[in-house]
Nanobody, 123 residues
């Protein structure tokens, strides 16, 4: 699976961004898709994940109620809608793919990664 993340940028606190992750190379409907983020000097953090069919989602505590993950398997794209952004959301955001086994929240369980897209939230 090849993943290409896009949609990052600079936004003021309280604003919104939508990230996209375009997938190619395999049948994307066979994979759990996740978003992670990494700020300078910090470990990679789980943000959200969505099941193969889109019927199940989960979020990290810091983004619950503000972010929403979705997928369009026909377009082989996964989205992360980010609302009410805060300066502490500033990070490089990565999309990733995994099969059904393994922890959904651990980066180590994900086999495929996109290149990352920078999100900067100014106060």
């Amino acid at each position: 699976v090849q993943l290409q993340a896009s949609g990052g940028g600079l936004v003021q606190a309280g604003g919104s961004l939508r990230l996209s992750c375009a997938a190619s190379g395999r049948i994307i409907g066979n994979y759990v898709m996740g978003w992670f983020r990494q700020a300078p000097g910090k470990e990679r953090e789980f943000v959200a994940r969505i099941s193969e069919t889109g019927g199940s989602t989960a979020y990290g505590d810091s983004v619950k109620g503000r972010f929403a993950i979705s997928r369009d398997n026909a377009k082989t794209t996964v989205y992360l809608q980010m609302n009410s952004l805060k300066p502490e959301d500033t990070a490089v955001y990565y999309c990733a793919a995994k099969r059904f086994y393994g922890s959904n929240e651990s980066p180590a369980s994900y086999s495929y990664w996109g290149q990352g897209t920078q999100v900067t939230v100014s106060s």
